[in-house]
């Protein structure tokens, strides 16, 4: 393995390993992202849907865990994980208090789409 290998990889290692703190800002960005969610919900956007997909955080854990397993790091898959769960409470907490909060109450097209799973040939 030559030096611009081992560079690379430690770069990648960083990266993974920096994307996995706890921190307020990431935790305030999933709230907002999953509000904008639930509003493309709401409305029946896609588009909406898909850029808060885009803005959310909650991928930083699932590649941590995806790295960990890949290196055999228990400790790296136990913090992403870890990291995972909290985020996925955050998470149903804003979609929680939002659509308690929304004042529309019927089911759009794109929640019905999500709840009614069909496997597709």
Not at 64 to 91: P, S
Request: proline share 3%; hydrophobic share 50%; charged share 15%.
């Amino acid at each position: 393995m030559d030096n611009e290998e081992l560079l690379k990889s430690e770069i990648i290692d960083r990266h993974v390993r920096q994307g996995l703190g706890l921190s307020w800002l990431n935790f305030a960005v999933l709230f907002c992202a999953t509000i904008i969610a639930c509003v493309g919900l709401n409305m029946d956007s896609v588009a909406v849907i898909i850029g808060a997909m885009l803005i959310s955080p909650i991928m930083d854990p699932i590649i941590g865990m995806g790295y960990g397993f890949g290196i055999r790091d228990t400790k790296l898959i136990r913090k992403a994980a870890t990291l995972y769960i909290i985020e996925v409470v955050v998470a149903l907490v804003a979609a929680t208090i939002y659509f308690s909060l929304s004042p529309i109450k019927d089911a759009s097209d794109q929640i019905i789409a999500r709840t009614q799973p069909a496997i597709c040939s």
